[in-house]
């Protein structure tokens, strides 16, 4: 009952009151336990992901994406130089394009392995591990062709790289529509 009422903005004492009851401003999220802090801005998501990533003493790989053609860095999908360790908290920004349905865009699982140029990651619903590969974006010009009056396609640039973005911290854009079993939600004004 509380929770749709949230959903449908039908705030009263007794959700004001809840609400109210889970705000604890000194909360430190115990390292062992898998918590998603969801932000306001990108760049306090990114700062809380790269401080964790460093906190990390495990081993380390940078990645870089492979950019050709014309493909704008304002569209790039994700890092183009991508810093991953063993222990890392990612999510998955796109869905599996193979068709083997292995991981879809909002999954979330943690690095436990490298090997040559595959990122092997463990979900916590699956029992075997994903062994992922970059995958390819494509970006398209449409055309409309006078003669057939049908919409040609270009690919005039593609972007390569592990479709992963690291999940300690999300902004709340990013997870709507996910569902999170423990999460931090910070509404600051940004870093």
């Avoid at 809840?18 to 115990?30: E, H, K, T, V």
């Avoid at 879809?104 to 436990?112: L, R």
Wanted: proline residues 5%.
């Amino acid at each position: 009952d509380l929770l749709n009422k949230v959903r449908n903005n039908r705030l009263d004492a007794e959700v004001l009151e809840a609400l109210n009851s889970r705000y604890l401003p000194d909360f430190q999220a115990p390292a062992d336990l898998p918590y998603i802090i969801l932000t306001s801005h990108n760049r306090t998501a990114d700062k809380i992901n790269d401080e964790k990533l460093q906190q990390l003493t495990t081993e380390s790989k940078k990645f870089s994406a492979e950019v050709n053609g014309q493909f704008p860095e304002k569209n790039y999908p994700t890092a183009l130089e991508m810093e991953l360790r063993i222990g890392a908290q990612v999510l998955f920004i796109k869905n599996d394009p193979s068709g083997d349905r292995e991981y879809y865009n909002g999954k979330i699982g943690e690095i436990i392995g490298f090997d040559k140029a595959v990122v092997r990651i463990k979900c916590p619903e699956d029992e075997e591990p994903i062994d992922l590969l970059p995958v390819e974006w494509q970006n398209v010009k449409y055309d409309l062709n006078t003669e057939t009056k049908a919409v040609d396609e270009e690919v005039v640039g593609t972007f390569t790289q592990y479709p992963l973005k690291l999940a300690w911290a999300l902004t709340i854009h990013k997870a709507q529509g996910k569902t999170f079993d423990k999460v931090i939600i910070d509404l600051g004004r940004g870093a």
